[in-house]
């Protein structure tokens, strides 16, 4: 394989990385130019941009973070600390970083199992992330979910099965249509997920109804252990949808995808349907903790990215050379990113286990009986204190709503027909009878 | 009630830090170390099938015995072709290792990430007379392709008038629990399929009859899904015959003979079944007739009726969830045809009506201990 493929980056004529070609303003902001954005259907943005010190120490402090965080998981994992499956973002952070700074918290995000990066783009904490990744009752998801399944506001997941969670994009950009929020959905898949079929029925669906949707090509080369070349027919994810307008971006570059996203995010919040976004990336590990990531591509590949188009580096480069920040100041910032996340790995790691008695919440709303657990009778303890707990609750419901239904018969006599009593009677019974199932 | 003990004392050395990652390591599960170099293995204390004039034999784990099946199905069918995830450099689980080499790209071969295309294609393959050997990478991706198996895959036959069918397919997916894999990497998903006539769907439990039962689901005419225990991979190793042979499909084993109980299970769950029964027979005395049903659908009910008929009682167990498991299937058939015969309640003992759990599995799983209490009970009743 010809490693040098990979290292040139979206549209380089040469192998160098053309860093920047930017000046400082006198009033401080800086001017970028990267490489031309390719684009299918539609002219896209302008390749450059305007940026600023405290922006691109954002970047840099963000994106140092998540290398950070991502770092202390491989450690854990080795550890044995965490079990189960963990899948590493190293290399792609700009994808992540750029998109979040083009779009507002009230906006949506689901992605795919590679997640935890994206947890913290979206606000949650270290503490809560790692907590999650060794299965603690501190975790975003009390442990129960584990590397693959992490969930905050806004962050949809977190989602095992490669390419299920598109249709879901889709979804959520509905509602955002169909209660005009002005929000827009971003549906972040791998190249290996973008064979799938399931993609392509939401892509359909999203342009028939022209919904807020983002669809973003994470393509880092390899679906799996197998290089993109040899699962797609073609490599141009962008133009995939056919009748959905595509935009090629250098997924390494954080500007770039800024800049692309807010003109992504534009276009759907003007109501015009939805885009694909190929996000031109690469990761520096396996798959997955259990593959070296070096079966099926060379070190010397792997290397050259990083010495060339590594996004952090590119930051850093910048913030110097514009003289945003001194050496020093970088370095404090990769020490304190370093200390933060050792503390919430000790937090983590101090963090007791979930409870037994959560094995059977969560399974569905109400706490059903769980067959097959007759004869555990200490799980049963915890089940039926918990039981309680919730009865109490219902029976303080129902005192609340039979308060109410009285109020409202009450008022019905007193002005109106009595032609909602039956249904809200109905109700009544419902609660009851679900309270005598419960005893 | 000595479970209740057993379970508080797991229950503690589960909560405790530290002696869940130390029993989880032993196992070696995808870990790259252990992926790389083939994997240590460790015997089993379970009867091996002696195969009739089986001739000269090697030691092989499970996964390199399901190997050497597909090894010789694609030397002596020239028809037949291996494809799934990653499957071209060995798969994850290394069960096709090698055999791109041997027989070439076209004929062992790397697909997309695309459970439901690759069923479909393997339907259209084998329709067309070629010995399709599809892999899923886990049974839990299976669901996409759920409906090209159940709609396509067992009704072509029927649906056709007997025409066309895709009878030379078979599908292999890894299956069940292997100490941390969570709710993607764990499931059994076997009853699912067992509900769907047209289908035949197997489930080996030890290296011998894995590459006895997939050479006859590769061979037979009908779509097979054949499910592999994965963490018996590289724990269970055996002497397997290394020549042709098959083991008929829809035929249980009686692994052990026994006269107190009749104790059901298939694939990985056998070996805890048989630590169950040793235990019901060093602490109790009691003789437990362990039969592996090997083929879940069609399951071999006479065989089943013929030793519950003799025990009196019965207790199946899986690690599938309890309500709607296959379980409850052999439980309802077993009391039609035996009720006069029956001493106590048929029992099963399976997972929780639960999601598969991430950091429960060891609550989840139905072990020997919780075998061990239904025998108990079953005796005392």
């Excluded at chain 1, 880092?220 to 994810?237: E, I, S």
């Excluded at chain 1, 570059?253 to 885009?275: E, H």
């Excluded at chain 1, 008695?357 to 039926?384: F, H, Q, S």
């Excluded at chain 2, 059994?188 to 080996?204: H, I």
Aim: proline fraction near 4%.
């Amino acid at each position: 394989m010809n490693s040098s493929t990979y290292c040139k980056g979206t549209g380089h004529s040469s192998s160098k990385q053309d860093f920047l070609r930017g000046y400082a303003s006198k009033s401080g902001d800086i001017q970028v130019k990267f490489n031309k954005f390719d684009t299918y259907l539609c002219d896209g943005p302008a390749n450059q941009t305007t940026t600023n010190k405290d922006e691109l120490m954002t970047f840099f402090t963000d994106m140092t973070k998540m290398r950070r965080i991502e770092t202390v998981a491989d450690q854990l994992y080795k550890k044995k600390l965490i079990r189960g499956f963990c899948h590493l973002y190293n290399g792609q952070e700009a994808v992540c970083t750029g998109m979040e700074a083009a779009i507002t918290k009230e906006d949506h995000v689901i992605t795919a199992y590679r997640d935890h990066t994206f947890m913290m783009a979206r606000g949650a904490t270290p503490k809560e992330i790692l907590a999650e990744l060794l299965m603690k009752s501190t975790g975003c998801s009390k442990g129960k979910g584990g590397s693959m399944h992490m969930f905050t506001r806004n962050f949809y997941g977190g989602n095992g099965i490669v390419g299920a969670q598109c249709p879901l994009g889709a979804g959520i950009a509905f509602t955002q249509k169909y209660n005009n929020t002005g929000n827009v959905c971003l549906t972040y898949y791998g190249d290996g997920a973008a064979n799938q079929g399931q993609l392509f029925e939401a892509f359909n669906m999203a342009k028939l109804w022209d919904l807020p949707c983002i669809f973003i090509c994470e393509n880092n080369k390899f679906g799996m252990g197998t290089p993109q070349k040899r699962a797609a027919a073609g490599d141009d994810f962008y133009t995939r949808a056919h009748y959905i307008p595509g935009i090629k971006v250098d997924g390494m570059n954080v500007l770039a995808v800024k800049t692309a996203g807010k003109w992504a995010a534009d276009w759907c919040r003007a109501g015009k349907g939805p885009l694909v976004m190929e996000m031109d990336t690469y990761r520096y590990v396996g798959h997955s903790m259990s593959d070296p990531g070096t079966s099926y591509r060379t070190r010397e590949e792997v290397n050259n990215v990083r010495q060339i188009r590594d996004p952090i580096e590119y930051v850093r480069k910048l913030i110097l050379d514009n003289k945003c920040a001194t050496e020093d100041e970088l370095t404090a910032i990769e020490d304190a990113a370093r200390v933060e996340m050792d503390e919430a790995a000790e937090f983590a790691i101090a963090s007791p286990f979930p409870e037994p008695g959560e094995l059977y919440t969560n399974v569905y709303k109400e706490l059903v009986p769980v067959r097959a657990v007759e004869m555990t009778d200490t799980l049963i303890v915890v089940v039926n204190q918990q039981g309680n707990k919730q009865q109490q609750q219902q029976i303080k419901d129902i005192i609340l709503f039979g308060g109410m239904f009285i109020i409202f018969i009450l008022l019905i006599c007193l002005f109106g027909p009595l032609k909602n009593v039956q249904h809200h009677r109905s109700n009544i019974t419902a609660a009851e009878q679900q309270q005598q199932q419960l005893r | 009630m000595m479970l209740s003990k057993n379970l508080t004392q797991s229950l503690l050395r589960y909560t405790s830090n530290g002696a869940i990652t130390k029993n989880a390591s032993s196992r070696g599960f995808h870990t790259s170390k252990v992926l790389l170099a083939g994997g240590p293995s460790t015997p089993i204390n379970y009867p091996s099938l002696e195969i009739p004039n089986a001739g000269e034999t090697q030691k092989m784990n499970l996964f390199q015995a399901i190997n050497n099946a597909m090894d010789i199905s694609l030397r002596t069918d020239e028809k037949a072709c291996v494809f799934g995830e990653d499957v071209g450099f060995g798969g994850v689980f290394r069960c096709s290792v090698d055999l791109r080499n041997k027989y070439g790209a076209k004929r062992v071969f790397n697909t997309p990430l695309c459970e439901q295309g690759i069923a479909g294609f393997a339907i259209g393959l084998a329709a067309q007379g070629a010995t399709a050997i599809a892999e899923i990478q886990f049974a839990d991706y299976i669901f996409p392709a759920f409906d090209q198996i159940v709609n396509e895959a067992a009704k072509y036959r029927y649906r056709s008038g007997g025409q066309f069918d895709c009878g030379s397919l078979t599908f292999r997916s890894p299956y069940g629990a292997v100490g941390h894999g969570g709710h993607y990497h764990s499931q059994s998903p076997e009853s699912y399929f067992a509900q769907t006539p047209g289908l035949k769907v197997v489930m080996p439990a030890t290296p011998i009859e894995a590459k006895g039962l997939l050479l006859a689901s590769i061979r037979d005419k009908n779509p097979v899904v054949f499910f592999e225990p994965k963490l018996l991979y590289r724990s269970a190793v055996e002497d397997v015959p290394i020549g042709d042979y098959e083991i008929e499909l829809g035929r249980a084993r009686i692994v052990q003979e026994g006269s107190d109980l009749t104790l059901v299970g298939w694939g990985a769950q056998m070996k805890v079944l048989m630590q169950a029964a040793q235990m019901a027979k060093e602490k109790l005395g009691l003789s437990i007739e362990l039969i592996d049903l090997r083929t879940i659908l069609p399951w071999d009910v006479e065989c089943v009726e013929k030793s519950v008929k003799k025990t009196g009682r019965l207790i199946i167990s899986h690690e599938a969830p309890k309500t709607g498991g296959w379980a409850a299937e052999i439980s309802s058939a077993i009391q039609e045809r035996c009720f006069l015969h029956l001493e106590s309640p048929i029992q099963r003992v399976c997972g929780y009506d639960t999601p598969f759990p991430l950091i429960f599995e060891k609550f989840y799983l139905p072990d020997h201990l919780k075998n061990f209490e239904a025998i108990k009970k079953s005796i005392n009743y």
